[in-house]
Nanobody
Framework: QVQLVESGGGLVQAGGSLRLSCAAS????????MGWFRQAPGKEREFVAA????????RYADSVKGRFTISRDNTKDTVYLQMDGLKPEDTAVYYC???????????????????WGQGTQVTVSA
């Protein structure tokens, strides 16, 4: 059974940093795209960042470009999201997601991902 477990969320002041982690288990995902999405209260889930299986391709939402960095450790089936320069508008529940297919490009579409974590809350105070 595939399981994705996020950690690292919390409360931080504007301008601060957090590092999210998502550990996958149940099968290996070293050949799969991994990504992060977020959902703020009253809003739809939106794409944040994605990284291809080979780490050669990354993709970011314009709203986080230059502030967030996605990375992965294929030996641990874990994806990370380093968030710097946090803003109150970054407040949301952050979800990691994994594509069950192999060797696909990093995608910003939620429909391209098959497995989802339970989410971790990130709150940025002004």
């Amino acid at each position: 059974q595939v399981q994705l477990v996020e950690s690292g969320g919390g409360l931080v002041q504007a301008g601060g940093s957090l590092r999210l982690s998502c550990a996958a288990s149940g099968r290996t995902f070293s050949r799969s795209t991994m990504g992060w999405f977020r959902q703020a209260p009253g809003k739809e889930r939106e794409f944040v960042a994605a990284i291809s299986w080979s780490v050669s391709q990354t993709r970011y939402a314009d709203s986080v470009k230059g502030r967030f960095t996605i990375s992965r450790d294929n030996t641990k089936d874990t994806v990370y999201l380093q968030m710097d320069g946090l803003k109150p508008e970054d407040t949301a529940v952050y979800y990691c997601a994994v594509d069950r297919s192999w060797y696909r490009a990093a995608s910003s579409l939620a429909s391209d991902y098959d497995y989802w974590g339970q989410g971790t809350q990130v709150t940025v105070s002004a």
